[in-house]
DNA sequence: TTTGGAAGTGACCGGTCGGTCACTTTCTGA
DNA sequence: TCAGAAAGTGACCGACCGGTCACTTCCAAA
């Protein structure tokens, strides 16, 4: 399929250099087509491929991680097993960006404050922004309804956890990108250590408990 | 003062289009001056500036909250302590960023993973990043060791801690460049609403407590 | 008033990049 | 086999941008 290797290139291409250091020929040759073909595929052009791919493979990526750890159902009835259940998510979500697809994640790091910015499709990001949110905010208000999370409102307590896993990916881009050692050691350890410290600091919080 | 004129406007564009889309030209009109001028006071041209602006404005407006809002000597001996010593350098932050200087924060939102990619500069943005969690880190470990906070790593909490306050910073961002409402409500409410929501979620946990 | 250097200037240069389109190649079905 | 359509191509264009430098303006000291 032409159109997926086309976007496979430019994901890696974005990924590396960012949008406005991508070049679209760079992309092309990349994937191993003529420019024109490209502009066949992607009339948008730059900008098309851009937000096709914050479509198909992050806000798609993400649902798929939601779906998948916190499904109808899941039990949240307790504050342990809610501590479970976000605790599993927590992990996917740093293995999925960490380990399955780590260029989408490059391009989400780096590039996600463009979305607002690009008017043409501001409409089209902030919906699947607002689908992401709105996905992990259920399960949260779920939670909350069962006593088993304080009784904070879901959408920004969705906001905050979604923060910090970007936080932990931006941290782990500063310690791959800095050979000279500025910012060693890796602040958080392996995936597995951040989902569970992570979950520590926002479902027991930070002060200490006799 | 010419220096001065020509690192506010350079922060000013910086702020609104980002490194790549800010030009020199526009910079230089800015400021009133011929763009030649603007390479007598800074040779090294965009970088220089872009340089200059994070170490003079960002960094060094970080410090100054810092030393504060959480000074030597602040009373870390007890939880309720801590909790309140940490509520007024998160509430100082954020009105630092949102009142005092919102071009500061928007150039620091919008370009802060930059830093990582100018080789040329590396070790000084990664000099100013470790600066600023050390100083963050410091009261931490000290609330730890007085059995304030649970015992875990002083760094990472304070990448926790900064991290969730660019998280706002980026939320408030949302909401201000999206006309069309897809984001409004605004998730945190205002800077104080948002230390106090900030405050329970990390140091109080989000699990219910009977 | 003169003068020499410091400060300021903006037209210009080389290079890059997104996007176009006339042309070539490939496919298909009659 | 062949003709016409579909797919693919890359040289080219115009716009933009960072940085330069020969020139002008300013000013302070003699």
Same mark, same amino acid.
């Given at each position: %399929?032409?159109?997926?290797?086309?976007?496979? /290139?430019?994901?890696?291409? @974005?990924?590396? &250099?960012?949008?406005? #250091?991508?070049?679209?020929?760079?992309?092309?040759?990349?994937?191993?087509?003529?420019?024109?073909?490209?502009?066949?595929? @992607? $009339?948008?052009?730059?900008? *098309?491929?851009?937000?096709?791919?914050?479509?198909?493979?992050?806000?798609?990526?993400?649902?798929?991680?939601?779906?998948? /750890?916190?499904?109808?159902?899941?039990?949240?009835?307790?504050?342990?097993?809610?501590?479970?259940?976000?605790?599993?998510?927590?992990?996917?979500?740093?293995?999925?960006?960490?380990? *399955?697809?780590?260029?989408? %994640?490059? %391009?989400?790091?780096? *590039?996600?404050?463009?979305?607002?910015?690009?008017?043409? &499709?501001?409409? #089209?990001? +902030?919906? &699947?922004?607002?689908?992401?949110?709105?996905?992990?905010?259920? $399960?949260?208000?779920? +939670?909350?309804?069962?006593? +088993?999370?304080? $009784?904070?409102?879901?959408?920004?307590?969705?906001?905050?956890?979604?923060?910090?896993?970007?936080?932990?990916? %931006?941290?782990?881009?500063?310690?791959?990108?800095?050979?000279?050692? &500025?910012?060693? $050691?890796?602040?958080?350890?392996?995936?597995?250590? /951040?989902?569970?410290?992570?979950?520590?600091?926002?479902?027991?919080?930070?002060?200490?408990?006799?």
């Amino acid at each position: %399929m032409r159109r997926t290797a086309i976007l496979d /290139a430019a994901l890696a291409v @974005f990924a590396e &250099h960012g949008y406005e #250091g991508a070049s679209v020929d760079e992309i092309a040759f990349r994937a191993e087509f003529g420019k024109g073909t490209l502009y066949n595929y @992607f $009339p948008g052009g730059k900008d *098309e491929l851009f937000f096709v791919l914050f479509e198909e493979r992050v806000a798609a990526g993400l649902h798929r991680v939601i779906a998948h /750890a916190l499904p109808d159902g899941v039990d949240l009835s307790t504050p342990e097993a809610t501590r479970t259940a976000f605790h599993g998510f927590i992990r996917a979500l740093l293995h999925f960006f960490l380990e *399955e697809s780590r260029d989408t %994640m490059l %391009m989400f790091m780096k *590039e996600g404050y463009r979305t607002r910015l690009r008017v043409e &499709h501001e409409a #089209g990001f +902030a919906e &699947h922004f607002a689908g992401v949110i709105d996905a992990v905010a259920r $399960p949260i208000q779920q +939670a909350v309804e069962a006593g +088993a999370l304080r $009784p904070l409102p879901a959408r920004p307590v969705a906001h905050i956890l979604m923060g910090n896993v970007r936080g932990f990916l %931006m941290a782990e881009i500063d310690a791959e990108c800095d050979p000279s050692g &500025h910012f060693e $050691p890796a602040p958080f350890g392996t995936a597995d250590q /951040a989902a569970d410290f992570l979950t520590t600091v926002l479902f027991d919080g930070l002060l200490a408990r006799d």
